[in-house]
Each structure stands twice: as C-alpha cells, then as structure tokens.
C-alpha cells in the first residue's frame, strides 16, 4: 500500500505522513507490561516478597528516586521537590537507610550490575551527601567492580569538581538534560542553561574516564520550530555525545501544576511538531546514530546498538537495557520495583513515603503480580519494541501454547499492519519494517489485554 510521501534513512525508517495520520493514537511506552495503570492497593508486601523468593533472575538492578531540585523546570511531569534547603536531603537519606534496613538479606546479596540515581536532581546532593548514599548502597549490596554506575546531571547547579567525587565514588555513566538550547525556549520553560556550561561539564567528564555520557532533548516545547531545533541539533552533534533521548513533550496542564504556565498558543502545532521529528530522526541518523526506537539514538558501536542489531535489548522502567537478567529494586519516593513476576511502586508523596518507612520499613503501596497471560504478552511485547522481530517458534516452545490460537484476536489484524507496510508477516516471524519503526507502539498494542480499559490515558504515540 502506497500513502503519503516517504522517506528512508541510513538507519532503515521510513517516514510516511499518511500512516502516522492514521495510526498517531494515545498508547503505552511499554516500559512494563501490564503498565503501572494496572497496579492496586491489594497487592501486599507479602505477595511482593513471596515474589521476590521466587525469581529466577541472578543479577540485580538498582534505582534510587531523588526528588529534590533547587528550581521548577515548567515542562517537568517528574515527581519532585522543589527546595532550596539542601538540609532536607539528609532526612532523606535516614529514610532510604531504614527501606534498604528492611529488604529482605537474602534479596541484597544478589550480585548488583547497574545502578541509576534519577529524580528530579540527583545532583542536588552536595559531596558528603553522595558520598553517604553510595557508601550506604555499598554496605548493603553486592555491587559487582563492572558495574554501570550512572545519575540524571542538571548543569546549572554542578560545580565542575563535583563531577570528581561523583566519578571517585563509582559513578561512570551521566545522562544531562539539555532539553533545547534556545534561548527564547529556555525562557519560556525556565531553565536557562548555555551550550559552553554543558561543553565544559562534558570535557571534565571524559577527561576524568567516565564511560559514556548521554544527552536528553525534548521536542514539542513552547516556541520551537523546524529552525530553531535544527540549530540545537547541530550543537548537540558538536558535543558528540554516545547516546540521545529525544522526549515528546506531553503538555497535560491538569495534571501538571507547573505546565500552566506554559501558555497553549507558545506551543507548535501538531504537524510543526511532528516536522521537528522528523527533522531530528533524519539529521541525527545522517550522522550516524542508530535510532534504537521510540525516543532513543546512540552510536553504532554502543552496547544499546549492538544488543539490538543481536536481538538481546531488554526494556524497563529505565527504559532501554543490555541487561535481560536483572531485577530491578527502587528505591526511594514514588520508585518503582520490577522483580520476578511482581511490580511494587512505593508512595508518592514524601510524607506518606517518611511515615512508612518509619512505621514498616518498607514504603510499598500499591503493585502487581503477573499471571500467566501476562508473562506471555510481556514477552511478546519486549521482543518487538526492543528487538523489533518476534520469532512465533520461540514463544510456542519457551510458553507451550499454540501462538495463532493464543493471539487470534491479534492474529486477525496483522494482515492490515502488513498491507500498510508496518510489518512483514510469514506465519513464522514478524519483523517490524522501515515504515513501522516509529510506529511501533502500536504494532506492541495487538497483544495488549488491558489496552480497552486504559487507552485514553495514554499520551500519543508521536
């Protein structure tokens, strides 16, 4: 089927302004299925924890939610707080001692291979107050010498000899937000930031070891045009960083406090912004990055690349990993916990998150336990928004299911995915084309059981 103009990339994706016109619906980022939507208070500590027992997963993951940050980005849909008291962190961290006091010993012994501390602003801790969080994660876990150690980086508010501690105490992964470097746009979200103040912080960075560093941008911001992004994105390439993430900005004002103050006339029309999309897929695959889907690129030589290309990627609630076999333990306010068959989301606001760790050592208020179906569909699904090829023998033998019988529903609707030219479909495999790629949150959303239930919910998925 022939629709709308199209245009192929380095990197094999296909532009075709008809079909995201027709398939540009609300639907999940599938960082878990079920989605944290389906969560609820009946799940207890104890269903979480018999969980826990039974994983068969031998490395773990850890995430530590900091939410503070010294000023309001208007933009920002994060759970934060917004302080200038950095006295506060210290409370803080009392009480993340006390949740990491009350895991179960034998959950902490299991060797520790990635840790991410996001917010937020991590990087509003001071030197002693790093310092006391790694060395409590380091009493407490099996943290393995290789490690990703890796932390969110604000710029305005790091002092270059900061980035020293950090990497003296195991960090070797930054991942700074930019989000665009226009001046009227910084403006018009308030965080104003220059181009040099994260050009120095990236040279300190390398010149100290560390690894990798990733820059985060956001498309759809008030003010931005096809223009004024383009300018960004050649600054961003001159800062040659290994990987990007390029967020949609979702303006949900209602439930945003903040984003009320960005005026809906500031904002880019729908077709200005999917421009601006476009723009940054085809500049940023021209210069050779791999677009890994849904927001993120990275060089063709880094890990994410090539776990891709070998069809070993993995996703979570951190979004893309090289890591399949982790648990993932949050910690933290408002953090979220993906271990064996069990999703656990602690309290979101700081008071009911102090209150419960001081009355239960734990924070746990709501979660998940997956039955059978959804360890199926959950599969199903990572194999094709990581990989994006789904091998049918391979779900038949590892779930023993007949997979055309199991998905019918999904079954039937392929043959128009495969007309429109999303996917190519032998009754063997489903291999995601070219035209499909930014379009596959909604090849993911056929075998999703809950979607009826929760779709309007979702953001878009250009």
Not at 65 to 72: A, D, E, G
Not at 202 to 207: L, N, Q
Not at 250 to 259: E, V
């Amino acid at each position: 089927m022939q629709t709308g103009q199209q245009q192929q990339s380095e990197t094999d994706v296909i532009w075709d302004s008809a079909l995201l016109e027709k398939y540009n619906t609300s639907g999940p980022r599938y960082t878990s299925y079920p989605t944290a939507l389906s969560f609820h208070e009946q799940v207890s500590r104890n269903d979480i924890i018999s969980a826990w027992q039974q994983s068969d997963r031998n490395e773990l993951s850890l995430y530590v939610h900091l939410p503070f940050c010294h000023t309001l980005c208007y933009y920002c849909g994060c759970n934060k707080v917004i302080t200038r008291h950095p006295e506060k962190v210290d409370r803080y961290l009392d009480a993340l001692a006390a949740e990491i006091a009350g895991l179960p010993a034998a959950f902490k012994a299991k060797p520790v291979s990635q840790i991410h501390w996001g917010g937020g602003t991590p990087t509003f801790l001071d030197c002693r107050q790093s310092e006391r969080l790694m060395a409590m994660l380091s009493a407490a876990f099996a943290i393995q010498p290789t490690a990703q150690i890796s932390i969110e980086v604000d710029p305005r508010e790091l002092p270059l000899e900061r980035l020293d501690t950090l990497k003296r105490i195991g960090f070797n992964r930054l991942s700074i937000g930019v989000q665009d470097f226009s001046e009227t746009v910084q403006l018009a979200v308030n965080r104003i930031q220059s181009e040099q103040l994260v050009a120095n912080l990236m040279k300190h960075a390398r010149d100290l070891g560390f690894d990798s560093i990733n820059l985060d941008l956001i498309y759809g911001l008030p003010h931005q045009t096809v223009k004024s992004f383009a300018a960004t994105l050649e600054q961003v390439l001159a800062l040659d960083p290994e990987r990007l993430s390029v967020f949609n900005y979702a303006h949900l004002p209602d439930r945003f406090a903040a984003q009320r103050k960005i005026k809906d006339e500031h904002l880019p029309a729908a077709d200005q912004k999917l421009a601006v999309l476009r723009h940054t897929i085809d500049t940023l695959t021209a210069a050779g990055y791999q677009f890994i889907g849904m927001d993120h690129f990275a060089k063709p030589d880094d890990e994410l690349a090539v776990a891709q290309r070998q069809g070993v990627l993995h996703r979570n609630f951190q979004g893309y990993t090289t890591h399949p076999n982790c648990d993932l333990l949050g910690l933290g306010v408002s953090s979220i916990s993906q271990i064996g068959r069990s999703f656990s989301q602690n309290h979101r606001e700081l008071k009911s998150y102090y209150q419960a760790v001081e009355q239960h050592q734990h924070a746990h208020t709501k979660g998940y336990v997956l039955s059978d179906d959804d360890v199926i569909r959950q599969r199903v699904i990572r194999d094709l928004i990581c990989n994006m090829q789904l091998s049918i023998a391979d779900i038949e033998q590892q779930f023993d299911i007949d997979f055309c019988d199991y998905f019918s529903d999904a079954i039937a609707r392929l043959p128009e995915l495969a007309e429109d030219g999303l996917i190519t479909w032998d009754g063997a495999v489903i291999t995601v084309q070219p035209a499909g790629k930014l379009l596959i949150r909604n090849i993911c959303m056929l075998f999703d059981a809950y979607l009826k239930q929760t779709q309007q919910r979702f953001s878009k998925v250009i």
